[in-house]
T-cell receptor, first 110, second 116 residues
Framework: DQQVKQNSPSLSVQEGRISILNCDYTNSMFDYFLWYKKYPAEGPTFLISISSIKDKNEDGRFTVFLNKSAKHLSLHIVPSQPGDSAVYFCAAASNYQLIWGAGTKLIIKP | EPEVTQTPSHQVTQMGQEVILRCVPISNHLYFYWYRQILGQKVEFLVS????????KSEIFDDQFSVERPDGSNFTLKIRSTKLEDSAMYFC??????????????FGDGTRLSIL
């Protein structure tokens, strides 16, 4: 069941540049999407979310874009910092549960 | 900042034994959840709990699983007779409201369950 897909297992970005993480979904009934960041040996930490009535939400260095017609969302981090190195999960809210992507490991190179 | 706490961080149990994983959600949150992540696989939803009742559960959450909020602070997941395939990282989460009202779920650091 691949309702939420993150097709890039890893991404390497130079410090100071923009990191773009992508996520696709198949269920057009999803109306709320979230991005979580996860360090090893820790739980997922909420980063930013977006409702389907919006196409953009911004919080500091983090911006999430939603393209409903393409069923695609992306997380932009600018500028990227070494502390951003982590696994990033995209999740869609469906009733009470979150449906997760497989995650993208972001590596920020100095 | 308030956080979700889970104990123990690592639990090793013999197959067939019962195990209880414990969680203390954020104090003013009303919705509670358990998820698991088998090594190398996606995070999977197990169950959500509100007002002392299960509000939603997945196919994984069969009769071997139960949840309880025994007092005003703890939220537990019990696996009655563990199987090898129950080995996973189990995450507890809580939220103020249900999703869709811009209230994200906040997660604990997880309990690594190893079944021998």
């Amino acid at each position: 069941d691949q309702q939420v897909k993150q097709n890039s297992p890893s991404l390497s970005v130079q410090e100071g540049r923009i990191s773009i993480l992508n996520c696709d979904y198949t269920n057009s009934m999803f109306d709320y999407f979230l991005w979580y960041k996860k360090y090893p040996a820790e739980g997922p930490t909420f980063l930013i979310s977006i409702s389907s009535i919006k196409d953009k939400n911004e919080d500091g260095r983090f911006t999430v874009f939603l393209n409903k017609s393409a069923k695609h969302l992306s997380l932009h981090i600018v500028p990227s910092q070494p502390g951003d190195s982590a696994v990033y999960f995209c999740a869609a809210a469906s009733n009470y549960q979150l449906i997760w992507g497989a995650g993208t490991k972001l590596i920020i190179k100095p | 900042e308030p956080e979700v706490t889970q104990t123990p961080s690592h639990q090793v149990t013999q197959m067939g034994q019962e195990v209880i994983l414990r969680c203390v959600p954020i104090s003013n949150h009303l919705y509670f959840y358990w998820y698991r992540q088998i090594l190398g696989q996606k995070v999977e939803f197990l169950v959500s709990f509100y007002n002392n009742e299960i509000s939603e559960k997945s196919e994984i959450f069969d009769d071997q699983f139960s949840v309880e909020r025994p007092d005003g602070s703890n939220f537990t997941l019990k696996i009655r007779s563990t199987k090898l395939e129950d080995s996973a990282m189990y995450f507890c989460a809580s939220s103020l409201w249900v999703q869709g009202s811009n209230q994200p779920q906040h997660f604990g650091d997880g309990t690594r369950l190893s079944i021998l």
